[in-house]
């Protein structure tokens, strides 16, 4: 984030959008028998305004069974939570999920705002390290 102070302005004058810095996956390990919840963050330089709900694609070496997960919370901060819930058996045991370069998508008319502004953020992010691994 760049800050700069402009003459005859008293304050300062915000000259880039919030990107991300990091992901980070809350589940880590996940069984398909049981099913359950999978949790990401998704982390910016700054704080975020969400409205609507943006999404993240959790991707698979079996498109099929690609995960999308919707944004939970975290508005006004620099921390966003993506979940899903997960049916048993409707993953397959030893999938891998993880999170491909630039896969954070908004949804329709869903926004990620660098805070108190309509200035929209950074949606890209490389690929992040770490991945979700199914077991039995």
Known sequence: ???AAIGGLSGATKLA???ISSVNYSTTSFSKAAGGTISITVNYNEAVDVTGTPQVLLT???????LTLDYASGTGTNRLTFTS?????SLSEDDVLSIASGNVVLAGTATIQDAGTSTDSGLA???AAGSVTVGA
């Not at 698979?60 to 690609?66: L, S």
């Open 1 to 3: 984030e760049v800050i």
């Open 17 to 19: 959008a919030g990107t």
């Open 60 to 66: 698979n070496d079996t498109p099929a069974r690609n």
């Open 85 to 89: 819930l997960v049916a048993a058996n």
């Open 125 to 127: 992010h490389g690929a």
